[in-house]
């Protein structure tokens, strides 16, 4: 009897003492901010769990496109990720709501959207086995091309990146007369050197960091979007933590998220800057050019609601923006 307790006492500590590693993928380039919010991140889990945590973070796509990353996840291959909504939104299509062309145009209607929204989700996603640790805004998209757009017919006459796998965004974008080229992520630059695609729908940071501003020189300065961002895990790994270091766990990602999401947002007027200061032409619009873009996008709104993004999701969205 005692040798079978000194056993199992051994067994538990060393079940204890084993170490969770957790393999933590984003499509953010090595040496970004990004990047090193994600190694902060780990140091400061490693400290908090006394080593029991150690994140090891895949850069720059290596592991594939957002929905490698899903897919990867579910049969165990990586445990965690750093993505957009857009990767978010294979999992959960209510993750849609953030894709509505020209709804967002401040923060205070991102707030107000993700505050309502995240219990739902993060309840939704669980169900689904993963845990989303955190959901923040990430950067405005605009239309960056190498052709002047300053209308939507000028979009029209473009070749543009749209994400491979998602046949629902390219058969809609079909319908409302456009030519969208799916691609992976990470082929964007190459499509661009090619000449496969003309334009790209992304954020300044991304444009600068890229470098894809070099050959796409047009910026048109219009808010069509807002990027959202989270941190998902497999709810079996986040569970395989001891609970006691799940709040200071959380706790401290979202300090580093939030002095994150506010340089992100000095970091997109600066990103601008540098690449006007080498070449880009940012193209302004006025506000009877803008009416024809809101009427060209309410005129396809139609076909997002109920197809891509969940009509209750979708009226949500409209509402509390509204509202």
Same mark, same amino acid.
């Given at each position: 009897?005692k ?10 500590s ?8 957790v393999?933590?993928?984003? $499509?953010?380039p ?12 780990g140091?400061?889990w490693?400290?908090i ?23 990867k996840?579910?049969i165990?291959?990586?445990?965690a990720a ?9 999992i ?21 959207v993700?505050?309502?929204? *995240? ?10 086995? *993963? ?20 209308t ?13 796998g ?18 992976a ?6 499509g ?8 790209i729908?992304?954020?300044?940071i ?6 894809s ?8 300065d219009?808010?069509?979007?807002v990027?959202?961002?989270?941190i998902? *895990? ?5 569970n395989?933590?001891?609970?006691k270091?799940?709040e200071?766990?959380?706790?401290? $990602?979202d ?19 540098i ?16 009416d ?11 076909? $997002? ?15 509390l923006?509204?509202?």
């Amino acid at each position: 009897m005692k040798k079978i307790i000194f056993i199992l006492i051994i067994l538990t500590s060393t079940a204890v003492a084993r170490k969770v590693i957790v393999k933590m993928a984003t $499509l953010a380039p090595q040496g970004t901010d990004i990047h090193a919010m994600l190694l902060e991140l780990g140091q400061e889990w490693k400290n908090i769990t006394k080593g029991k945590v150690r994140l090891k973070i895949y850069p720059g796509g290596v592991i594939g496109d957002e929905r490698d990353m899903v897919r990867k996840i579910r049969i165990g291959q990586i445990h965690a990720a750093a993505m957009t909504s857009e990767g978010l939104s294979e999992i959960l299509p209510e993750f849609s709501g953030f894709f509505i062309p020209l709804v967002f145009q401040n923060y205070k209607d991102i707030e107000k959207v993700k505050n309502s929204l *995240f219990p739902e989700l993060k309840l939704k996603m669980n169900n689904n086995g *993963f845990e989303l640790l955190s959901l923040n805004d990430f950067g405005w998209v605009h239309w960056f091309s190498t052709e002047v757009i300053k209308t939507p017919n000028d979009l029209k006459k473009q070749e543009f990146f749209t994400w491979a796998g998602d046949f629902r965004w390219e058969e809609i974008w079909k319908k409302a007369g456009y030519s969208p080229v799916p691609l992976a992520s990470t082929d964007i630059l190459t499509g661009l050197q090619t000449g496969l695609i003309n334009a790209i729908p992304t954020m300044p940071i991304y444009a600068l960091t890229q470098q894809s501003f070099g050959i796409a020189k047009n910026m048109l300065d219009l808010k069509w979007g807002v990027v959202m961002a989270g941190i998902i *895990f497999d709810s079996k790994v986040w569970n395989r933590i001891p609970v006691k270091y799940h709040e200071e766990m959380k706790s401290v $990602l979202d300090d580093i998220l939030e002095r994150n999401q506010n340089l992100n947002r000095e970091s997109e007027k600066k990103s601008i800057k540098i690449m006007v200061e080498n070449g880009l032409i940012v193209h302004s619009l006025t506000e009877k050019e803008k009416d024809v873009w809101a009427e060209e996008v309410s005129e396809f709104q139609p076909l $997002l609601k109920g197809n891509v993004i969940p009509e209750e999701i979708y009226n949500k969205v409209i509402n509390l923006i509204k509202n």
